[in-house]
């Protein structure tokens, strides 16, 4: 096998491997002002999922084609996410600090259950944003949806994150490397699994729509 061969599967292999270290490169990169996190993310995976689905669409011009057209709406969303977690962990931070009694113990399990079923909806935000056009209040519903019917794949996803920053503290040497593999695993992942989710959802409509 000629691993040089552009047409080789190790090239090709290689050339994905790169594109999604580029993704994720350009999302930390647009996430340092925060409030463009969102459309850097509705980007990358607008990308993404054309290269899960094979399409070979390029990166820089669909990157910032997306990023562009949904910057406006995913602001709002964007600082709701932020304020959402935000709260999350004063509070969580509040309860670590209080002696362990019954009340607290419970308190810091409602905490970390809320803040993992409000980061397994925000993994679907931004996907949907970039392949449907709908309004914010249906792509938090649909995303929630999401959330529940894809609950294993979504522990997956969920353990990649906590595992990337676990990481982060563990292994500061590691930190830049850790930086960049971080996003692009998980845009590959959920691209991954958002193309599956998305055509199933949408021949379920096509079925729907057919049967009428």
């Known amino acids: ?14 050339g994905t491997v790169f594109d999604y270290a580029k993704l994720g490169l350009l999302v930390l990169i647009l996430s340092i002002p925060v409030v ?29 084609k997306s990023f562009r057209e949904n910057f406006r709406q995913s602001v709002p969303l964007t600082i709701i996410i932020v304020v959402l977690f935000g709260l999350l962990g004063m509070d969580w931070k509040y309860v670590m600090e209080q002696e362990s009694t019954t009340l607290i113990r419970v308190l810091r399990a409602g905490i970390f259950i809320a803040a993992a079923l409000a980061a397994m909806i925000s993994l679907y935000i931004f996907p949907i944003l970039a392949r449907y056009d709908l309004k914010n209040r249906q792509i938090v519903r649909n995303a929630a949806v999401y959330a529940i019917v894809n609950f294993p794949k979504n522990l997956l996803a969920l353990g990649i994150l906590i595992l990337g920053l676990w990481l982060m503290d563990w292994a500061v040497p590691l930190l830049p490397v850790i930086l960049l593999a971080l996003p692009s695993v998980l845009i590959r992942y959920m691209s991954v699994v958002c193309v599956s989710s998305f055509a199933k959802s949408e021949a379920r409509a096509r079925e729907g729509e057919n049967g009428e």
């Open 36 to 64: 463009t996190a969102g459309a850097a993310v509705t980007a990358a995976m607008s990308v993404g999922m054309k290269i899960a689905r094979n399409e070979a669409p390029g990166l820089w011009k669909p990157f910032w």
């Open 1 to 14: 096998m000629d691993f040089f061969d552009p047409n080789s599967k190790f090239s090709q292999i290689m």
